[in-house]
């Protein structure tokens, strides 16, 4: 059932007990008035009677006379007298006022039933006659209280159905701004933010029309920002894609090719029996699969690993040096990890690892050590310090100071507001790579010159 059927029914059982209980409570009040009315006709027709009976006895005719009393009952509203004969015949009835309109029984039952009749003894001078009944009438006050009922629930009904369209009316058109937000509800549930409602009406659906239009439109501004920024991802996926496609055709390619070349190059010495040229072909195989690796390694600096997040700070250290005790047995690893590594924001902790890849894969490939050490180390300050030692002699630079990996950590740390150091260890063999970062705000670009010369 709609709200609107459902007011409009309740306001219309309202109305109709209201109506039914002021009917009971005029009719508990007419039934009085007129009981008290008749009983009051009773009493006065009755004395009338009994003086009239007085002056019988010296009657010439007193046939004639009591006919006469009873002749002066025509027309009475309230009292009917009618003479009795002495075998109980009735020889004259007085004639009540004729009823226009009769009230259906029930009424007149609702009203109450009249008080008795009463008979009125004769005396002996009566010759024939027995008594003169007084009988009390209703009917007329009845009609006319029939009439009066009619007319106040005519009124009544009338002004109820004529209030009950009202209501219907008016909260048909109180709803109607309820039905249209309904429908752009609609519309928002598949996807379409367009629409905006009109904001009028009664002042409680205006805040919901306003708070309606308010949130269509940041649903439609934050669905364009989504959809701009998913542009942008997928751009800068494809010119990423596009930049290391790139660097493997120039990069790669040409060197594969040159490997092919060689390797055709010593079949064919092979065959012409020259050994020491093949020498010379092998060296250009491994110029050139250095400076594959080195690229390759480029490339798989950018394709980041989803390893820290995955696994954690702590994990991901231990699994990287996993990876380089299987490879290089004899150099022996000591790691310090930190106990609270949460306390390490996810940037720093993607930065810290690619430090400690980047040392170690140093410390590995240059030092040529017997030990490495890795540390962790959070002073009061909460300024992290990052270690990587190693003890190795050194092979001798490979690059003319900080290549691409040094350049690249040094790019990281600062990014996050921190150092990086690096270099041979003073006064003994070995290397050491540092890298501080403050905990608390790193702020990007700007160096920790007070914790670190
Ligand atoms: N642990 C180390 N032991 C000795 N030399 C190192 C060490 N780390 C870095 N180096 C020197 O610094 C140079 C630059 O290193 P890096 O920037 O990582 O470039 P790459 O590793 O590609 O040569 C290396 O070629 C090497 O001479
Ligand atoms: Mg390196």
């Keep these: ?266 079949a064919q010495l092979s065959d012409a029996g020259r050994p020491d040229a093949i020498r010379e072909q092998v060296r250009s195989i491994q110029a050139a699969v250095t400076h594959m690796q080195r690229q390759v390694r480029a490339v798989l600096e950018r394709l980041r690993p989803a390893r820290i997040t995955e696994l954690g700070l702590n994990a991901a250290i231990l699994d990287l040096v996993r990876f380089w005790t299987l490879r290089r047995p004899e150099i022996a690893f000591n790691v310090v990890l930190l106990e609270d590594e949460a306390q390490l924001g996810e940037a720093t902790k993607d930065v810290v690892y690619r430090v400690v890849q980047e040392a170690a894969n140093n410390a590995v490939r240059h030092g040529d050590p017997r030990a490495v050490w890795i540390s962790f180390e959070v002073d009061e300050a909460r300024v992290l310090s990052v270690r990587v030692i190693d003890d190795g002699p050194g092979r001798g630079a490979t690059t003319s100071g900080a290549g691409l990996g040094l350049i690249g950590m040094r790019e990281r740390v600062t990014a996050l507001g921190g150092l990086l150091s690096f270099g041979p260890n003073p006064g003994t063999s070995g290397w050491t790579t540092t890298a501080t970062l403050s905990l608390d705000a790193p702020t990007v670009g700007r160096p920790l010159a007070a914790v670190n010369p």
């Design 1 to 266: 059932m709609s709200l609107r059927a459902r007011v409009v029914t309740l306001i219309a059982g309202v109305l109709l007990v209201s109506i039914l209980l002021g009917t009971l409570v005029a009719g508990y009040q007419a039934r009085h008035a007129l009981s008290a009315e008749l009983t009051a006709a009773m009493n006065g027709a009755r004395q009338t009677v009994a003086s009239a009976l007085e002056d019988l006895p010296q009657s010439d005719h007193p046939a004639r006379d009591l006919r006469q009393l009873v002749g002066t009952f025509d027309g009475n509203r309230h009292v009917r007298a009618s003479l009795v004969t002495a075998d109980g015949g009735v020889a004259l009835v007085s004639r009540t006022k004729p009823i226009d309109q009769p009230a259906p029984a029930w009424f007149g039952l609702l009203l109450g039933s009249p008080p008795n009749s009463v008979e009125v003894p004769l005396p002996p001078a009566a010759v024939g006659f027995r008594a003169i009944t007084l009988t009390p009438t209703a009917g007329i006050d009845v009609s006319a209280a029939w009439r009066e009922f009619i007319g106040i629930v005519a009124v009544l009904l009338g002004c109820a159905a004529i209030g009950l369209v009202l209501v219907y009316l008016v909260i048909g058109a109180a709803f109607r701004p309820l039905h249209a937000l309904a429908a752009q509800f609609g519309r928002i549930g598949t996807g379409d933010y367009s629409g905006r409602v009109a904001e009028h009406g009664p002042s409680e659906l205006l805040s919901l029309q306003r708070g309606f239009n308010q949130m269509a439109s940041e649903l439609a501004t934050t669905t364009e920002r989504n959809r701009q920024l998913g542009d942008q991802l997928l751009t800068i996926q494809e010119e990423e894609r596009a930049d290391i496609a790139r660097d493997l055709h120039d990069d790669i390619g040409p060197h594969l090719f040159a490997v092919n070349m060689d390797a055709q190059m010593i």
